[in-house]
């Protein structure tokens, strides 16, 4: 959805290089995820908050942080960067009471 | 945690051919979305089942939800060009989470 706004759409980047990635909305939604899609793993959870000041550890965490700087603005860390998190990045958006998720349109990360 | 398989991995059909996947769960679910994902874009949700044996229509799409609510399908009729994509489901954890299935790509051959 246009409301859940990605940055950048594509990265390439080194072994051992710190990137963030950038994720905003405009739905007013206090609950905003990061998920990792590899081939024909489907989605998996690295971080969640439900507002500003929660954070929880998904289910693939490891090498990975976030901040969440706003309610509106959700970003994802990697401290230093391995070819193994190579893949694409979702960021995605619920709101209160449901879990149904609005996604970004994704941000196609390669570490060589 | 929540585990939810979902299958086939992959279906090659025909168009205008029929076309299920399922997801399948041990324990019983509060509630299962669909997404559907386009080649190159992003999941985007379909529906929501919430109710023991509900069963949802969107055109040619139908999703059911099983009477023990520990098992879905969706069904499209009559596959189009259009319907390719990867189909996920997503199951709700009592921590407010999903857990997404592996999911189903269906490729159609005009």
């Known amino acids: 959805d246009a409301d859940v706004t990605q940055t950048p759409r594509n990265r390439i980047t080194k072994t051992g290089k710190r990137i963030m990635l950038e994720c905003s909305q405009t739905?007013?939604?206090?609950?905003m995820y990061w998920y990792r899609q590899d081939p024909g793993l489907g989605l998996r959870l690295i971080y969640y908050s439900f507002d500003v000041k929660d954070i929880n550890k998904g289910e693939i965490s490891d090498g990975y942080s976030v901040s969440r700087q706003a309610q509106a603005k959700f970003s994802l860390s990697l401290e230093s960067a391995i070819p193994n998190q190579t893949a694409l990045y979702f960021c995605a958006t619920s709101g209160p009471g449901t879990n149904i998720q609005y996604f970004g349109a994704g941000t196609r990360l390669s570490v060589l | 945690g929540q585990q939810v398989m979902q299958i086939p991995q992959y279906q090659h059909v025909q168009e205008g051919e029929d076309f299920t996947t399922y997801c399948n769960s041990s324990?019983?679910?509060?509630?299962i979305q669909w997404y559907k994902q386009r080649p190159g874009g992003h999941p985007v949700f379909l529906i929501q089942?919430?109710?023991?044996?509900e069963v949802k229509k969107q055109k040619r799409l139908t999703f059911q939800f099983g009477e023990a609510k520990k098992n879905s399908s969706l069904h499209i009729t009559a596959t189009q060009t259009t319907d390719v994509g990867t189909y996920f489901c997503a199951v709700s954890t009592n921590a407010g989470k999903s857990t997404f299935g592996d999911g189903t790509t269906l490729t159609v051959k005009p």
């Open positions: 324990t019983t679910l509060s509630n």
């Open positions: 089942l919430v109710k023991s044996g």
């Open positions: 739905k007013g939604h206090d609950r």
